[in-house]
């Protein structure tokens, strides 16, 4: 499994951008997928996961409301769409794929790193005041 996140890049506050992550896997359409992220200094946290289904999504409090994570199986591909960004969410953001996730995991179980076995290279995304 070869995960390709891109997108990132240098924003004003307040302005949007819109993250997206290519799957090769063969198990993609049972993979449960997540973004997380690092900043400078800091320990990588969960932002976001989609479930194999695209029907329930997970959000970590900082970015419930502002970022939109989803995904389109055909195309093998997750995204995630930020709102409302501020300087506090400059980061890299990296993709992970959970191929052996249940189908019924719930928040717990999706935001948590360990769980996830694939990882993209990372994406920076720069939110300047």
């Known amino acids: 499994v070869q995960l390709q996140a891109s997108g990132g890049g240098l924003v004003q506050a307040g302005g949007s951008m819109r993250l997206s992550c290519a799957n090769s896997?063969?198990?993609?359409?049972?993979?449960?997928m997540g973004w997380f992220r690092q900043a400078p200094g800091k320990e990588r946290e969960f932002v976001a996961a989609?479930?194999?289904?695209?029907?329930?999504?997970y959000y970590s409090d900082s970015v419930k409301g502002r970022f939109t994570i989803s995904r389109d199986n055909a195309k093998r591909t997750i995204y995630l769409q930020m709102n409302g960004l501020n300087p506090e969410d400059t980061a890299v953001y990296f993709c992970?794929?959970?191929?052996?996730?249940?189908?019924?995991?719930?928040?717990?179980?999706?935001?948590?790193?360990?769980?996830?076995?694939?990882w993209g290279q990372g994406t920076l995304v720069t939110v300047s005041s």
């Open positions: 992970a794929a959970d191929p052996n996730a249940i189908l019924t995991a719930g928040p717990s179980y999706a935001s948590n790193q360990e769980n996830y076995d694939y």
């Open positions: 896997g063969r198990t993609f359409n049972r993979d449960l």
């Open positions: 989609v479930s194999r289904s695209g029907v329930s999504t």
